[in-house]
């Protein structure tokens, strides 16, 4: 079993940063392949960025390419999401989850562990 708590959610205006935190415990973190999902209200789950086991590569979706980065440090069992130039369409709830394999995935059905979720706000 693993347990993922995300961290680093809030209030932000446009234009600003955050950066998100994913602590993991239970199993090895490296082993894991990790992902960053959102879901805005009333919209589906969405691909945000991906990484695999050892670091690379990384994946992220083409509405946040430039923007966002992921990053793990495996010492930590810590995923990260740094997220510059924030915009309202950015607001939702961000979610990290593990993938029982070093190789990552955009597909959110193929990952077997999820955290609880952090709320971001981006103001206009």
């Known amino acids: 079993q693993v347990q993922l708590v995300e961290s680093g959610g809030g209030l932000v205006q446009a234009g600003g940063s955050l950066r998100l935190s994913c602590v993991t415990s239970?199993?090895?973190?490296?082993?894991?392949?990790m992902g960053w999902f959102r879901q805005a209200p009333g919209k589906e789950r969405e691909f945000v960025a991906a990484?695999?086991?050892?670091?690379?590569?990384?994946y992220s979706a083409d509405s946040v390419k430039g923007r966002f980065t992921i990053s793990r440090d495996n010492a930590k069992s810590t995923l990260y999401l740094q997220m510059n130039g924030l915009k309202p369409e950015d607001t939702a709830i961000y979610y990290c989850a593990a993938r029982v394999t070093s190789y990552t995935s955009t597909r959110g059905n193929e990952y077997n562990y999820w955290g609880q979720g952090t709320h971001i706000t981006v103001s206009s």
């Open positions: 239970g199993r090895t973190f490296s082993n894991y392949a």
């Open positions: 990484i695999n086991g050892n670091g690379t590569p990384r």
